[in-house]
């Protein structure tokens, strides 16, 4: 992948061990924070999980909605619910600016919460861009430590182009992206049981598990670890940015009631976006 970044200064496949590698202390304390408000129990499906924002013209949210929804249907997204917010609204510290709509994602940090829940501590550690062949996660193409860049790694990715969801949904092969973690290797049994109870209400996208202290595509796993791989709420941010339709992600994380999302319709993307393109 040659695009340029002005983030980084050089072309994307090229980002350096040294980046890979480097600390994200403040990253992970954030993580943390809002790791441990969530109280989301997939038994009642009622809770707490951690909610993104993405602004758009209110005069278009209408045709953002579509496209959004259509990713939320996908496995490329953690879950298929969402929230509209009109402008002029707060939500949490949030104030959604005049004349836009606020469109809401959960995010999937939220994941790092269920997990806590459980006692088991999830490690963040990179953002990027995962190859998908034919429906299969294959390796990540480019990936960008959380502490490092002047914005977060993903919106990185969406600035430079590096993204292709809209292709991916609609033939299976692509850029999308996602997060790579860590967990205690003891811990994978239960991690596994919990993606089976979350999946049942469709939350959770398609996520991997590596082997205990094995690679996961393509990506170093810390001895006594276990990778996983979750594909991110931001591919609907993507999707926008792909469609031409400028799209705002707020850097804002919210603690939200699950119950009050609304679900996604499931229509195909193609047919969503041909009215747009």
């Not at 408000?37 to 924002?53: H, K, R, T």
């Not at 299969?136 to 193409?141: A, I, L, Y």
């Not at 292709?167 to 997060?179: F, H």
């Amino acid at each position: 992948m040659n695009a340029h970044c002005e983030y980084t200064g050089r072309k994307a496949n090229q980002i350096p061990q040294t980046v890979m590698n480097g600390a994200h202390s403040a990253a992970l304390h954030r993580c943390d924070h809002f790791s441990a408000g969530v109280d989301f129990n997939p038994d009642s499906n009622a809770g707490l999980i951690i909610l993104n924002i993405t602004c758009v013209a209110s005069a278009i949210a209408g045709e953002a909605l579509d496209i959004v929804q259509s990713v939320l249907a996908s496995p490329y997204a953690f879950t298929t619910r969402f929230a509209v917010i009109r402008g002029g609204t707060r939500i949490g510290d949030f104030d959604v600016p005049a004349h836009t709509t606020a469109i809401c994602t959960v995010c999937s940090m939220t994941l790092n919460g269920l997990l806590l829940r459980r006692g088991i501590h999830a490690t963040a550690k990179f953002g990027g861009v995962v190859k998908v062949e034919h429906g299969q996660p294959k390796k990540f193409s480019a990936f960008l430590s959380s502490g490092l860049a002047p914005i977060a790694p993903l919106d990185v990715f969406i600035t430079c182009a590096m993204t292709s969801v809209c292709k991916t949904i609609e033939c299976g092969s692509g850029d999308v992206l996602g997060s790579f973690l860590e967990i205690p290797e003891a811990a994978l049994p239960e991690a596994k049981k919990l993606y089976d109870r979350i999946k049942k209400i469709g939350m959770g996208g398609k996520i991997m598990f590596g082997m205990p202290s094995q690679p996961l595509l393509g990506m170093p796993v810390t001895i006594g670890s276990a990778g996983i791989m979750v594909f991110r709420d931001l591919n609907t941010a993507a999707a926008l940015s792909e469609k031409g339709i400028p799209a705002a992600a707020s850097p804002a994380k919210i603690l939200y009631d699950y119950t009050a999302m609304e679900e996604s319709l499931p229509q195909p993307l193609i047919a969503a976006v041909s009215r747009y393109a």
